[in-house]
């Protein structure tokens, strides 16, 4: 199976202007998050994809690059574009503010369509601030490891402890907390932007829940890295304490 990488990366971020350029030790973040994806085993090509001709400019010395419509209201719906131009059997959406991205994780999720038609990766919730957060997605799999359901509230709910606190819920049940990571196969992929917004989808802001609404099962790896996001310029200096770290 011919598997693309891709990332897509906006300029516009209302909490980060131009944050896939921002330089993170000396290298633009969207260059650590392809460095990244390139030690990965299982994808045959990586691409970044754009409406955005600053960022166009800096990736194509380090990478292959795809300019994608301006409109398009979602990730899924920029690398689906960039999908119907390629010879490929599936794409790996990779956010692109992830410059610790785990190669384990994309193989992980890459390995997981060879028997279903999209995947994702999800690990244990372990932080108790998280526990609450509309922010962090929860899911809910099943025997099989299929996802039942993702929602920004905690998921499931504890009946029998709903007076303790959420360190001692954890301790009850092994939550799971999502990882913005997608695989699909390619036709999966191009159907999928076809649907309209779906009911839960609406709700919760959550576009994977198209997905499940629409019939099409999600299989959920779970894995023991936890997300380390780039969202405002303060979480520069986390990451670069990270990589200095790493080195030492």
Same mark, same amino acid.
């Given at each position: 199976? +011919?598997?693309?990488?891709?990332?897509?990366?906006?300029?516009?971020?209302?909490?980060?202007?131009?944050?896939?350029?921002?330089?993170?030790?000396?290298?633009?973040? %969207?260059?650590?998050?392809?460095?990244?994806?390139?030690?990965?085993?299982?994808?045959?090509?990586? %691409?970044?994809? +754009?409406?955005?001709?600053?960022?166009?400019?800096?990736?194509?010395?380090?990478?292959?690059?795809?300019? #994608?419509?301006?409109?398009?209201?979602?990730?899924?719906?920029?690398?689906? *574009?960039?999908?119907?131009?390629?010879?490929?059997?599936?794409?790996?959406?990779?956010?692109?503010?992830?410059?610790?991205?785990?190669? !384990? !994780? %994309?193989?992980?999720?890459?390995?997981?369509?060879? &028997?279903?038609?999209?995947?994702?990766?999800? #690990?244990?919730?372990?932080?108790?601030? *998280?526990?609450?957060?509309? @922010?962090?997605?929860?899911?809910?799999? @099943?025997?099989?490891?299929?996802?039942? /359901?993702?929602?920004?509230? #905690?998921?499931? /709910?504890?009946?029998?402890?709903?007076?303790?606190?959420? $360190?001692?819920?954890? $301790?009850?049940?092994?939550?799971?907390?999502?990882? &913005? %990571?997608?695989?699909?196969? $390619?036709? #999966?992929?191009?159907?999928?932007?076809?649907?309209?917004?779906?009911?839960?989808?609406?709700?919760?802001?959550?576009?994977?829940?198209?997905?499940?609404?629409?019939?099409?099962?999600?299989?959920? *790896?779970?894995?023991? /890295?936890?997300?380390?996001?780039?969202?405002?310029?303060?979480?520069?200096?986390?990451?670069?304490?990270?990589?200095?770290?790493? $080195?030492?």
């Amino acid at each position: 199976m +011919t598997v693309v990488g891709i990332i897509p990366a906006r300029f516009g971020s209302t909490r980060f202007p131009g944050k896939p350029l921002a330089l993170i030790a000396g290298k633009p973040l %969207i260059q650590r998050v392809v460095d990244q994806c390139r030690k990965s085993v299982s994808l045959s090509e990586v %691409i970044v994809a +754009t409406d955005d001709a600053r960022i166009e400019a800096a990736v194509r010395g380090f990478c292959r690059v795809e300019m #994608t419509s301006a409109d398009h209201p979602s990730g899924s719906d920029r690398i689906a *574009e960039v999908a119907g131009r390629l010879a490929c059997d599936a794409v790996v959406n990779i956010q692109g503010d992830e410059p610790l991205i785990d190669p !384990v !994780v %994309i193989d992980r999720v890459t390995a997981a369509l060879e &028997g279903c038609e999209m995947s994702t990766a999800a #690990t244990a919730l372990s932080d108790p601030e *998280e526990y609450d957060n509309p @922010n962090v997605v929860k899911v809910v799999v @099943n025997q099989g490891g299929r996802a039942l /359901y993702f929602s920004r509230h #905690t998921i499931p /709910y504890l009946r029998d402890a709903a007076g303790l606190d959420a $360190r001692q819920r954890m $301790r009850m049940f092994p939550f799971l907390k999502h990882l &913005g %990571i997608y695989g699909f196969r $390619r036709d #999966t992929l191009l159907r999928l932007v076809k649907y309209p917004v779906s009911p839960l989808e609406a709700a919760e802001k959550l576009e994977q829940l198209r997905a499940l609404e629409n019939g099409i099962p999600i299989a959920v *790896e779970v894995v023991a /890295y936890s997300s380390v996001g780039v969202d405002v310029p303060p979480d520069i200096e986390r990451v670069e304490a990270i990589l200095r770290h790493q $080195r030492e």
